[in-house]
């Protein structure tokens, strides 16, 4: 978990980084997760869950438990 | 000038210019003016009547390219529509009233009493249908407007990602720039060197002759050279290694592509590791950024290219917390060991290719190291050089007994927390360990001295688990410190007194990180939960359930009693120097 002057983002076990806007109270999902439908997660495609993420000046870095490390604007 | 001398105008047109004679050019000033020459034309006609021709005018090449409409209405149903409504609304009235009047001095006062004719009827009839075709051509008309704005809309999109394009590719040309200023500034400097050992050189030789001018110039080098003598005592001459190392700068530019991207937009996924990712940061965005994973490598990236610059290799095993502070890396292990890194020592040539091409030097030098990776192409990111990171070490810190679970780095201060249960504050200049706290004996003496249930350390409380962290997590400022352990507390300590002087309860699970600003202090845990609190109040204020989260944020109370500027909001080092 980390946060910066606009929001709050922590990595909670998932395959999405949960993102809460401090200013208007908004939270919603970043990550290679989010475009997964449950149709495909019946189908078996699988992105890897979250471990670590870090965030500064609305820039977004998550790393993976595959070892991959996203970069994402938020 | 009359009617009358028409059939004269051509040939006295012949006589005046020969041009004139031509037939063309004669029918041409005579079908616009049906008889005489332009000249004449305007002294017969009326110039409203010229300034009706030319506005009404219509170029052949006009009819031909009028666009493809597919509208249901016609330009003048379109014109009769968007008149305004009051004053058809009034002209109709003025005509009822005329009409009305024509009637009473035809008919008399009989039928205005009468019931309504079939006639009126009709007429009203009429009008309303009227009324509703007009209706409908302006609904049809707002409907086209909001599809032209529509399409506008997409053409500004298309607009302003190849304008995002271009920021893009301006960055990179930035960064390219930024490099070669960098890669400049320290030829510069070692060009300097080399002048000033010249200039050391030559004043010895100088001073050696015993014949000596007394001129003004003369006494310059000796003044200079006297604190020549001075020079040679600094460490920074007699160090020539510290001297040659490339300068790391700050990047003078911030890129601000991310800014611009919708939030959530992929910018780039890096397969960094092969195993889980245990830690990580980088120093800004589009900078650099260090990842460290299980399978016990520690690596550096460039963000911007998306390359490995090489890997930190020192620790015995997996690196748990590391943090990026400008240039200076720490990174925590289960090794218990500490170390630090100076990434400005890295050799790391983002643009080698580049250089390579036109200089024949560095291409002799790549073809010695047997690398040469930059004429690979950017599509295969080549393997970064082993050596490249050789001299990033520092200094490694060594006094905790278990694993390094959490460490934080500001300044000169450096916190670490252990598994063996103690926090450790280190001083970066000398490189020493300068406090222990321990947190179990803090625990057992806030119990004992508050006499509270909740601030005991309890053991049997929770089952210890294995994937927690004894410190989850830390964050210094000055002499404030927070430190959220596996008993799901966040003690806030005095680095000062080297006391815990307030707690918070409240998570159900091992605390896993902690971050706090001047206002606010937010805590996650393995309970799923992230915790708010002022950093002056002793409890919390928000809490973020992953479940609740829309409920809490919803309540007004939560979003103004948090997120809203709080007055008595002050600095964190308020906090310990309320305590003496």
């Not at chain 2, 409908?136 to 086209?144: C, G, L, Q, V």
């Not at chain 2, 160090?239 to 790391?248: D, E, G, N, Q, W």
């Not at chain 2, 688990?465 to 300590?493: E, I, K, N, P, Y």
Request: with cysteine; aromatic share 6%.
């Amino acid at each position: 978990m980390m946060f910066d002057t606009r929001h709050i983002v922590c990595a909670s076990g998932e395959e999405v980084v949960k993102v809460y806007d401090k200013t208007d109270g908004k939270h919603w999902d970043c990550g290679a997760g989010v475009a997964t439908s449950v149709e495909d997660r019946m189908a078996g495609a699988k992105t890897s869950i979250v471990e670590k993420v870090r965030l500064r000046d609305g820039y977004l870095v998550e790393g993976r438990r595959s070892g991959e490390v996203g970069v994402w604007t938020c | 000038m009359g009617d009358s001398a028409a059939p004269a105008y051509p040939s006295a047109m012949g006589t005046l210019q020969r041009q004139m004679r031509r037939p063309a050019i004669q029918r041409a000033v005579f079908s616009f003016s049906q008889q005489a020459p332009t000249e004449l034309v305007r002294s017969k006609l009326s110039t409203s009547e010229i300034a009706h021709r030319a506005l009404t005018f219509i170029s052949d090449e006009q009819l031909y390219n009028i666009p493809e409409d597919d509208n249901t209405y016609s330009l003048f149903q379109g014109f009769q529509a968007s008149l305004p409504e009051g004053e058809s609304e009034h002209r109709k009235g003025h005509r009822r009233r005329s009409s009305k009047q024509h009637r009473l001095l035809s008919a008399g006062d009989v039928e205005e009493d009468g019931p309504p004719t079939i006639q009126n009827l009709k007429k009203k009839r009429n009008n309303v249908n009227h009324k509703l075709e007009m209706m409908a051509i302006r609904k049809n008309m707002a409907s086209t407007e909001i599809r032209d704005i529509d399409n506008k809309i997409a053409n500004l999109l298309n607009v302003r990602k190849i304008v995002l394009d271009r920021l893009a590719a301006l960055e990179n040309d930035e960064a390219e720039v930024e490099h070669e200023l960098l890669e400049l500034d320290n030829k510069i400097d070692e060009i300097q060197e080399e002048l000033e050992e010249q200039g050391a050189l030559d004043q010895s030789t100088s001073t050696l002759n015993p014949p000596r001018v007394a001129t003004p110039e003369s006494e310059a080098m000796d003044a200079s050279f006297m604190s020549q003598s001075i020079y040679d005592k600094l460490p920074s001459s007699t160090s020539p290694k510290a001297k040659r190392r490339p300068k790391f700068a700050k990047r003078k530019s911030m890129p601000v592509l991310h800014e611009h991207l919708d939030p959530g937009s992929h910018i780039k996924t890096l397969p960094a590791h092969n195993d889980t990712i245990t830690a990580l940061d980088f120093d800004q965005p589009f900078g650099t950024m260090v990842t460290a994973a299980l399978d016990d490598t520690v690596r550096v990236w460039d963000l911007n290219l998306g390359r490995c610059m090489g890997f930190l290799e020192g620790h015995t095993a997996s690196v748990r917390c590391l943090q990026v502070e400008d240039n200076i890396v720490a990174t925590g292990s289960l090794d218990a060991t500490i170390r630090l890194w100076d990434l400005s020592r890295a050799k790391y040539e983002p643009y080698e290719h580049k250089i390579s091409n036109g200089d024949d030097d560095a291409a002799d030098d790549e073809e010695d190291d047997g690398l040469g990776f930059g004429n690979e192409g950017e599509d295969a990111p080549p393997p970064p050089p082993p050596d490249a990171m050789s001299e990033c070490p520092l200094f490694t810190l060594e006094a905790h007994v278990d694993e390094v679970t959490a460490l934080h780095l500001r300044g000169d201060t450096l916190v670490s927390g252990s598994a063996d249960k103690t926090l450790r504050q280190w001083d970066l200049v000398k490189g020493r360990c300068v406090q222990t706290l321990d947190v179990l004996w803090a625990a057992a003496q806030a119990s004992s001295t508050m006499n509270s249930v909740e601030a005991q350390w309890r053991p049997t409380g929770r089952p210890a688990d294995s994937g927690a962290d004894f410190v989850g997590a830390l964050q210094v400022f000055d002499a404030a410190l927070a430190c959220g352990t596996a008993d799901g507390m966040v003690r806030l300590w005095d680095l000062r007194s080297g006391q815990v002087h307030r707690s918070l309860v409240g998570h159900t699970g091992p605390v896993t990180c902690v971050q706090f600003d001047d206002t606010h202090l937010v805590t996650g845990s393995a309970d799923r939960s992230v915790r708010v609190s002022l950093s002056l109040a002793g409890h919390y204020t928000l809490v973020i359930q992953d479940i609740l989260w829309s409920i809490l944020i919803e309540s007004a109370q939560c979003r103004y009693g948090i997120f809203a500027p709080v007055q008595f909001s002050t600095h964190m080092p308020m906090i310990t120097q309320s305590h003496p």
